[in-house]
């Protein structure tokens, strides 16, 4: 089985050990962002699609443990004891009081808005209890909000002038294209959004950017 399901690589047995403990585990349960190729997704990880496509998911939204010694995917295995439903809803409020704030970009005249480097700051666009702060702080009824790689998310109001919209993108591609912190990837897109709550998406894969 895939060590990107269950971190370093590990035996079988290892493995089934890790479920069995969390069958039964205390430990929160969190909805974490994946891309639509993750291979996790093969090994059977609970899963709900973000953004479905024609060619398959390009985001799911997969179930995970913060063990003291493992991030554990939850998978078919904890359906034995866990209710799928029941995961679902205590995912989502562990999200919900999971505390990030914004902080205004002021290099983008304080027009955009960042939340990054905590471990569910890319989850908390699925808060609308969040993303309602930042129509709020932008004073702005629709958003552009790009989740580029876990760990990172950055906002902008739909309706900012053409160069700030423009320095956004070129910000989403840096996070996009940078590996450098090891945060996964999750989508080179842009989520639109009312609100508080996603309307949609915009595939950058073909974006350019002056330099």
Known sequence: MSGTLYGK????KEIEKIVEETKNSDQKIYPILKAGDWVGLKAGALNSNLIRSEAGPKVVIAYG???????????QKHLETMDQKQITNEAFRNLGNYETEFTYSEVLQNKVLTSSGNDFSSERILSEAHMLKAHTM???????VSVPRRSCMM???????EELLK???????DAWEDDSYGNAPIANILFTMKAGRITGHIALDNITREE
Not at 65 to 75: A, Q, S, Y
Not at 167 to 173: D, I, R, S, Y
């Open 167 to 173: 320095a956004f993108l070129g910000l989403h591609k």
């Open 9 to 12: 690589e590990k035996s079988e």
């Open 155 to 161: 906002v902008i109001s739909r309706n900012a002038e």
């Open 65 to 75: 443990i913060n063990t003291p010694d493992n991030f554990v995917f939850l998978t």
């Open 138 to 144: 932008l004073e702005a009824d629709e958003l552009f």
